[in-house]
C-alpha cells in the first residue's frame, strides 16, 4: 500500500487547517473535484449558449451535417473536441465524486 511522505503530510494539514490527515484530504480532494466539475460545466456551458443546444444534440446534427455551420470547418471540429473531451471528464470526475462521498 502507498504511503505519504511527512512533507506532504504536514502540507495537508497545514493548508487545511486540520487536525487529522484523512480529513485534510478528503477536503483537499473533495474541492478539487468540485472545482474541476464547476471549470468543465463552464466550458459546457459557454458551447450550449454558442451552437444553442446541448451536446448530444450538437453531435447529432453534425453527424448528420445539418448543423448551421460547415461541419468539416476548423472551428466546427474544435468546438466538437473540446466539448465532447468537457463532457466526458465531467462525466469521469462526477462519478469519482459520488463514489467518495
Known amino acids: 500500500m502507498p504511503t505519504l511522505s511527512p512533507d506532504v503530510g504536514a502540507h495537508l494539514l497545514r493548508a487545511t487547517r486540520s487536525q487529522d490527515l484523512d480529513e485534510a484530504f478528503d477536503k483537499v480532494l473533495s ?3 468540485e472545482l474541476k466539475i464547476a471549470a468543465l460545466q463552464d466550458t459546457t ?3 450550449e449558449e454558442k451552437w444553442g443546444m446541448e451536446f448530444s444534440t ?3 446534427r453534425l453527424a448528420e451535417d445539418d ?4 461541419g468539416y470547418s476548423h472551428d466546427v471540429e474544435q468546438d466538437f473536441w473540446e466539448w465532447e473531451e468537457a463532457e466526458t471528464l465531467k462525466a469521469h ?3 469519482v465524486q459520488a463514489e467518495w462521498m
Open 58 to 60: 450538437f453531435k447529432r
Open 45 to 47: 456551458d459557454r458551447l
Open 93 to 95: 470526475y462526477q462519478t
Open 31 to 33: 474541492e478539487y473535484l
Open 67 to 70: 448543423l448551421p455551420d460547415d
